[in-house]
T-cell receptor, first 113, second 112 residues
Framework: EAQVTQNPRYLITVTGKKLTVTCSQN?????MSWYRQDPGLGLRQIYY???????DKGDVPEGYKVSRKEKRNFPLILESPSPNQTSLYFC????????????FGPGTRLTVT | LAKTTQPISMDSYEGQEVNITCSHN???????ITWYQQFPSQGPRFIIQ???TKVTNEVASLFIPADRKSSTLSLPRVSLSDTAVYYC?????????????FGRGTQLTVWP
């Protein structure tokens, strides 16, 4: 089944403790993105990647890192999480220049205390 | 990167047709218009995409006037299960192909 998977789905952590949220897609898509969603603010793009080793900042990249060493994986790294990063995070993939639809993962709800 | 303006919320009743309009005054020549639907605690789901005039699929229709500065998503005969947030996106087909702006979307509530 074609899908985007994220892990973990739920995470509660403390300020400053490094964490990684994994994202994997099995559709051989070139493009992948990370979004965060907060009440009243809609979906905001954090980082995106147009191919392996090619990443760029979205709207709200501060406090996050990403890497794209393999085509299927696009992990989101929070080196030193803070409470303002408490949010619902979505990973998405897209086939590429055809600009067809994005496929979203199920989401990761992160709480930083 | 062309941004969009949509109503924050809309209400409708079951069986009615719903039209959600999106403004995108700065749309570029190669930009496409895409609509997504999102239910609570789920990722957005692609609904429809178009470039000009009218596009129709099994879920919705998309109307785009000649100047392309706005678009209208039309949902025929809505049901309670159509209650969701609807996002209008304008895609940049230039050097920033991966860059997308979702905005706040339109909360559609369908009442019995």
């Amino acid at each position: 089944e074609a899908q985007v998977t994220q892990n973990p789905r739920y995470l509660i952590t403390v300020t400053g403790k490094k964490l990684t949220v994994t994202c994997s897609q099995n559709m051989n898509h070139e493009y992948m993105s990370w979004y965060r969603q907060d009440p009243g603010l809609g979906l905001r793009q954090i980082y995106y990647s147009m191919n392996v080793e090619v990443t760029d900042k979205g709207d709200v990249p501060e406090g996050y890192k990403v890497s794209r060493k393999e085509k299927r994986n696009f992990p989101l790294i929070l080196e030193s999480p803070s409470p303002n990063q408490t949010s619902l995070y979505f990973c998405a993939s897209n086939p590429g220049p055809s600009r067809s639809e994005q496929y979203f993962g199920p989401g990761t709800r992160l709480t930083v205390t | 990167l062309a941004k969009t303006t949509q109503p924050i919320s809309m209400d409708s009743y079951e069986g009615q047709e719903v039209n959600i309009t999106c403004s995108h005054n700065n749309i570029a020549t190669n930009d496409y218009i895409t609509w997504y639907q999102q239910f609570p605690s789920q990722g957005p789901r692609f609904i429809i995409q178009g470039y000009k005039t009218k596009v129709t699929n099994e879920v919705a229709s998309l109307f785009i006037p000649a100047d392309r500065k706005s678009s209208t998503l039309s949902l025929p005969r809505v049901s309670l299960s159509d209650t969701a947030v609807y996002y209008c996106l304008v895609g940049d087909r230039g050097s920033t192909l991966g860059r997308l702006y979702f905005g706040r979307g339109t909360q559609l509530t369908v009442w019995p």
